[in-house]
């Protein structure tokens, strides 16, 4: 199954609409006439969204330049109402957003979502057709006690509660070992395969062995220029989620590269 890679930047609570604009103009300018046959994502905060939005529309890429698609890093299960602080998938729409990342483990961990509530964040961003980057991942005490193919299972069969196959080949699983993410600690290329191969065994138990041969499953956590081809080369790897060394052009663009040519 030949699988296109996806290269997605996970900007987390970095670069208003001003470092968004420096930020493309020098990443732009770099990718200028090359094509990595990869799909390329950037998650910024919401107040950057107009301005990533404005900035690839107006740009005058050459034809053999990427398109780069927008992604937001979360939003509400809700339509619309009295929930103050949440953004709806109504409204990223306006913004020319395609990807959302749901289940972040941050989100997780820090604000208490739940597999019940990435649930319904996921069918409500399928409604709105976007497509989800859903997350997960084990902590180190969770690995260390045995139990990577527990968790792993529970929150992929939580998450994807009542979700047609069709929405599924919609969505883009990213495994991102807790430990791994922003730690500079990388899984083995050998762990992360292991770990996308039982993901991509439970999806074939939930879906069927079809659904599991195209679902595109990223690896998150410390990925850098130095080792996005290991883990690009493994065979269930299909794309990165990247977080701090994509808030540099140069080394979002060396992990693409390196990454791709595998
Ligand atoms: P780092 O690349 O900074 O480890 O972050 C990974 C991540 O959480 C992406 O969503």
Same mark, same amino acid.
């Given at each position: 199954?030949?699988?296109?890679?996806?290269?997605?930047?996970?900007?987390?609570?970095?670069?208003?609409?001003?470092?968004?604009? $420096?930020?493309?103009?020098?990443?732009?300018?770099?990718?200028?006439?090359?094509?990595?046959?990869?799909?390329?994502?950037?998650?910024?905060?919401?107040?950057?969204?107009?301005?990533?939005?404005?900035?690839?529309?107006?740009?005058?890429?050459?034809?053999?330049?990427?398109?780069?698609?927008?992604?937001?890093?979360?939003?509400?299960?809700?339509?619309?109402?009295?929930?103050?602080?949440?953004?709806?998938?109504?409204?990223?729409?306006?913004?020319?957003?395609?990807?959302?990342?749901?289940?972040?483990?941050?989100?997780?961990?820090?604000?208490?979502?739940?597999?019940?509530?990435?649930?319904?964040?996921?069918?409500?961003?399928? $409604?709105?057709?976007?497509?989800?980057?859903?997350?997960?991942?084990?902590?180190?005490?969770?690995?260390?006690?045995?139990?990577?193919?527990?968790?792993?299972?529970?929150?992929?069969?939580?998450?994807?509660?009542?979700?047609?196959?069709?929405?599924?080949?919609?969505?883009?699983?990213?495994?991102?070992?807790?430990?791994?993410?922003?730690?500079?600690?990388?899984?083995?290329?050998?762990?992360?395969?292991?770990?996308?191969?039982?993901?991509?065994?439970?999806?074939?138990?939930?879906?069927?062995?079809?659904?599991?041969?195209?679902?595109?499953?990223?690896?998150?956590?410390?990925?850098?220029?130095?080792?996005?081809?290991?883990?690009?080369?493994?065979?269930?790897?299909?794309?990165?989620?990247?977080?701090?060394?994509?808030?540099?052009?140069?080394?979002?663009?060396?992990?693409?590269?390196?990454?791709?040519?595998?």
């Amino acid at each position: 199954m030949n699988r296109k890679l996806i290269f997605a930047a996970n900007w987390k609570m970095n670069k208003g609409p001003s470092e968004t604009e $420096d930020f493309l103009k020098s990443f732009l300018s770099k990718i200028q006439g090359q094509n990595f046959g990869s799909d390329i994502v950037i998650a910024p905060p919401f107040v950057s969204l107009s301005k990533l939005a404005d900035v690839l529309h107006t740009r005058t890429a050459g034809a053999n330049s990427p398109t780069i698609e927008i992604a937001a890093q979360n939003c509400s299960e809700h339509d619309s109402g009295a929930f103050t602080g949440e953004i709806s998938v109504m409204m990223l729409r306006e913004f020319f957003v395609h990807y959302v990342i749901l289940g972040h483990s941050e989100r997780r961990s820090l604000y208490g979502e739940v597999d019940a509530v990435i649930n319904q964040k996921i069918l409500k961003a399928r $409604d709105a057709n976007l497509k989800p980057i859903f997350c997960i991942g084990e902590t180190l005490a969770e690995r260390e006690a045995g139990k990577l193919e527990a968790v792993l299972r529970t929150q992929i069969s939580g998450g994807l509660h009542q979700v047609s196959e069709k929405d599924l080949s919609e969505i883009i699983i990213a495994y991102e070992p807790v430990w791994a993410i922003g730690t500079g600690v990388t899984a083995t290329s050998e762990q992360a395969q292991d770990a996308h191969a039982f993901v991509r065994s439970v999806i074939a138990d939930l879906y069927g062995a079809d659904a599991a041969a195209k679902i595109r499953i990223q690896y998150g956590g410390s990925v850098k220029p130095g080792n996005a081809a290991e883990l690009m080369a493994c065979p269930d790897i299909d794309g990165a989620l990247i977080g701090g060394a994509a808030l540099d052009a140069q080394s979002f663009l060396e992990i693409i590269k390196n990454g791709s040519a595998q």
